[in-house]
C-alpha cells in the first residue's frame, strides 16, 4: 500500500522559501499523480499544484502561480513543492497526495494522503 510523508514545513519570514518533499513507499510513485494541498484553520482544504505521473504536464492554483514550483523525482519516490515569496496567507499544514485519476487539483479524486506538514509565515 502506498504511503506517503511529506517533510520540509516550518516557519519563515514573508518573502522566504521553503521546499517540501513528498516521500513515498509501499509502490512505486510513477504510478500515480501527485498533488500538493494546504488547509488553513477554518478553511476548505484546497489544491495547491499538481504535477502528471512523468511530470510533463503541471496544474498551479491562481494563488501561487509563478510563486511556487512542483517537480517530482520518480528514481528516488519523491515529489516536492518549492514555495518562493511567501506570504502569510500561505499559512496552512500542506498535505501530498496521491491519484491514479490523472493530474488534478480537486482534492476529492485523490486516495492516499499523507500525515502534513506545517508552514506558517510570519515575522
Known amino acids: 500500500q502506498l504511503k506517503l510523508v511529506e517533510s520540509g514545513g516550518g516557519l519563515v519570514q514573508p518573502g522566504g522559501s521553503l521546499t517540501l518533499s513528498c516521500v513515498a513507499s509501499?509502490?512505486?510513485?510513477?504510478?500515480?499523480?501527485i498533488g500538493w494541498f494546504r488547509q488553513a484553520p477554518g478553511k476548505e482544504r484546497e489544491g495547491v499544484a499538481s504535477?502528471?505521473?512523468?511530470?510533463?504536464?503541471?496544474n498551479y492554483a491562481d494563488s501561487v502561480k509563478g510563486r511556487f514550483t512542483i517537480w517530482r523525482d520518480n528514481a528516488g519516490n519523491t515529489a516536492y513543492l518549492r514555495m518562493n515569496s511567501l506570504n502569510v496567507e500561505d499559512t496552512a499544514v500542506y498535505y501530498c497526495?496521491?491519484?491514479?485519476?490523472?493530474?488534478?487539483?480537486?482534492?476529492?479524486?485523490?486516495?492516499?494522503w499523507g500525515q502534513g506538514t506545517q508552514v506558517t509565515v510570519s515575522s
Open positions: 497526495a496521491a491519484t491514479s485519476l490523472g493530474d488534478t487539483l480537486h482534492p476529492a479524486l485523490y486516495l492516499r
Open positions: 504535477i502528471s505521473t512523468i511530470g510533463d504536464h503541471r
Open positions: 509501499g509502490i512505486s510513485l510513477s504510478y500515480y499523480a
